[in-house]
């Protein structure tokens, strides 16, 4: 199955705004919070916070057996709930069977007291079926919960619990409008479409081993509405359909969601939405993993390290320092002492044998030479960027926020155990083979001073300083470009750009002529470097960096680096690039636009600029060329066209009218593409399908 390109900048934003709202992380920089600070100065969503950690005490508490201490929740924090007396009814004949499930004489006669003073009187005006329950319920006081052949076995069966679980989490999370964030919402989504889209084209998933853990199979029982909203207007068919299709509701169930919401298609398409479970503890690995590998926050520090609270990255070898002293300027001496001096790791703790590691580190960099030699010119620039990425590293850790990790207290999912090897060990040699001809020893340290030199490379190219960049990658794995002049190419792009914006037109032409071999060899190429070389024509129209995809270059010399160096990329980001392209597929065979994609930020995850300049420097150049073939055609993303479907697939639709499509999917409760396919078979006449098809 194919990928596409994701904007990881705007994954990052749902990422961060996840876990902030989950209270997963905190600022390393910031002291922490006060005992006696109210809760809802500790961050702007913490009264949704709050609320959905409501949710999940009751949750917990009906699915372990504890009635009243859910009730007692609910009349404290949300008590109009218990004014539904359908509702009421459940809880308190869920009650009487837990009080007999116990099994002692001071419950049952609790039991009987509850059935007498609570459950009858409910069963009188809770729903008309209510009172032919009560009296079925009656038989647990003769068959016991052991009998298989008792009439009331569903009643006993702890089923019932999460049931019961699932409707009030429902119930609660519409009433207090805590619903998840958006990340989880819109993760929830991509994978649904992505499971129907390979279901239906009848291919395998490329991440089922990670979807399958990740999306729990069972929902959340659905609310059902009032009576009093039975009597509700008609709504348009297109929100029917739309939310019918998006969550995979039959038409009357999307309709009793929308009679529940009132009409409102977000919020009863955030309900249904919200009903589908996560493995929570998959989720945060996941989440965790991600945010480590983009430097979002701080990699927790091994129980082995020698000492804990001082990041293993910060433990500097003073035999280390001196080779480098030895070999550059005076500055940069100056820079990494004073480094040295902020760190209170104690000379004692720093062996002969770390020394020896950090000498030989050159050798892990470049995992498909021959000969790791650690002598000459290229040890003395790694070194030195090793000690200049620590440098770097102390500022950015200070940016960085700590993960805290979600309350174990309450977490009331039995989830499946991630294997987030990924994790725990973000960096790994690639093959066996360079780690015995190097003879590196893969230690904690050496982990850290590869992570920070990937995070330290992607910080220097989204901040355009892309000719640093190409020096560093250069002085620790020559050969690294040679596979990857893509990048170079596009690394190339950004330094002509600078160097024309500032006026060295004869340093830019010099960038420009490296350029000219890398198009050479790869045709491709030749259309974006005429696109680039038009910038001469306007120099005062250049753009500027934040113009520029910085971002997008930043991640892929990330992902790019990080490869060569043992760091394997993230796995949610393979589920995003998996369900992306999923979701444009789906969507073309529905030969429509997703009416959630905007609430859910997933046109926000697909805008992507796949031609690295086609957007930017067709900005200033889209005036000078009235004439020849180097306009500029490319698109500033790979979004679809504006209704969702390819120009082959256009021409079928334009068949069909909407009504048209909408009726037959309404009466033969079809999908929306197996009905523009009928349609399209019959001249677009919605009548003679449904004619056909009941013949």
Known sequence: MESMPVNWEALDNLVIDFAKSENLIEDSSSPSSSPTSSPSSKSPSSSSYHSRLLIRQIRRSLESGDIDSALDLLRLHAPPILEDHRLLFRLQKQKFIELLRSGTAENRDLAIRCLRTALAPCALDAYPEAYEEFKHILLALIYDKDDKNSPVTDEWSERRRSEIAGLMSS?????????????????????????????????????????????????????????????APPFDEVDIQALAHAVELTRQKAVDSLRFAKGDLFQAFQNELCRVRLNVSTLDDLVREYCIYRGIVEPMVPSSSVNQLEPPHCLLRNASLEAECGNSKHSDCESSVTHLEGSETSADMVSIQDTDVEMRFPCEMANNLDDCSTSGSNQTKTLRLLQRNRSHAAGQRRRRKRWKGRNDGLDFLNDVPFDGSNQHELSKMTTAEVSEKCGILDTTHSREDKYEIVLGMKELASRGMTAEVVEEVNAIDPPFFGQNPILLFQLKQVEFLKLVGSGDYSSALKVACSLGPLAANDPALLKPLKETLLVLLKPEEVVTNNDLPLHALASSLQVAIGRRLGIEEPQLMKIMRATLYTHNEWFKLQMCKDHF???????????????????????????????????????????MVEDGSSPSQASSRDLCDENAILKVMEFLALPRADAIHLLAQYNGDAETVIQQIFA
């Open 171 to 231: 119930i609660l999370r519409a009433h207090l409008q805590a619903y998840d964030p958006v990340f989880s919402m819109a993760l929830r989504y991509l994978i649904s479409v992505h499971k129907a889209f390979c279901l239906r084209q009848g291919i395998s998933s490329p991440i089922s081993d990670l979807t399958e853990r990740l999306l729990l199979e069972e929902r959340d029982p659905p609310v059902t509405p009032q009576e009093s909203l039975y009597e």
């Open 597 to 639: 994609e905007s609430l859910l930020k997933v046109d926000s995850l697909k805008n992507v600029v796949t031609s690295f300049f086609a957007d930017a420097v067709s900005k200033s150049t889209a005036d000078t060329c009235t004439h020849g073939s180097s306009q500029t055609t490319i698109s500033s993303g790979t979004r």
